[in-house]
């Protein structure tokens, strides 16, 4: 299962800069797209197209249309925009197994060492289910959000505020989503108990209100739109 997230790209570039590699696209004799994606410079297909190469992309001319994918992380990019400074891309998602004990996990595609971070204006935490409690982790002991959801069969809830669904807030500088939870209670017989994965909210809660909130055919439609 694999979701849209986004990724804001970290350059020293100044704005005035940018605009220009913006209008010149790729480098000249370099490949400008693939698929429906543009790809501008510093971003590039071969070692003599890419600035370097944490910015180095590869075409999957297997598929119609073509995909793009970041080499560095092997993610499949939806938009890049230097203008804005982000690259839109997708990253698999991984299910909640339940547990009474607390539990450490990770989530997505780790960017430490790269020119990326995870933007914070654009990505939340999202958990879908009512099982769990998430408290997300800027290092290994400390503690920067989490939150829980209750159940309830007759919510009306679409905007994923509480009910079987909630967010958590993400910090500026993240590279890398790492999360403790705990179950809190689910039969012996459950080993799935839920998602917490990074996505963008604008994508997240367009479908989540286009299918009424967490119900069975909002997971049917994530499982039934996989890419892995």
Known sequence: MRLPLILRLVSTLCLA????LALSLAKPGCQETCGNVTIPYPFGI?????ANSSFAVICDNSTNPARLYLSSIQSEILNISLVDGIVRVVQPVSPLNCSSEMRRQSSGKAL????????????????????NTVWLLA?????????????????TDTRCNGVSC??????????????????NEFSNNSTFCGYAFLA?????????????????NFLDHLTKNSKM
């Open 17 to 20: 800069t940018t605009a220009a």
């Open 46 to 50: 071969g070692s003599q197209c890419y």
């Open 112 to 131: 430490l060492g790269s020119p990326f971070t995870i933007s914070a204006v654009h990505n939340s935490v999202i958990v879908l289910g009512c099982r």
């Open 139 to 155: 290092n290994e002991t400390t503690i920067v959000g989490g939150c829980t959801a209750i159940c309830s069969e007759n919510s």
């Open 166 to 183: 909630c967010q958590i807030t993400i910090p500026q500088g993240l590279q890398e989503l790492q999360f403790t939870y705990r179950s």
């Open 200 to 216: 963008e909210q604008k994508w997240f809660l367009e479908d989540y209100r286009r299918y009424n909130g967490l119900q069975s």
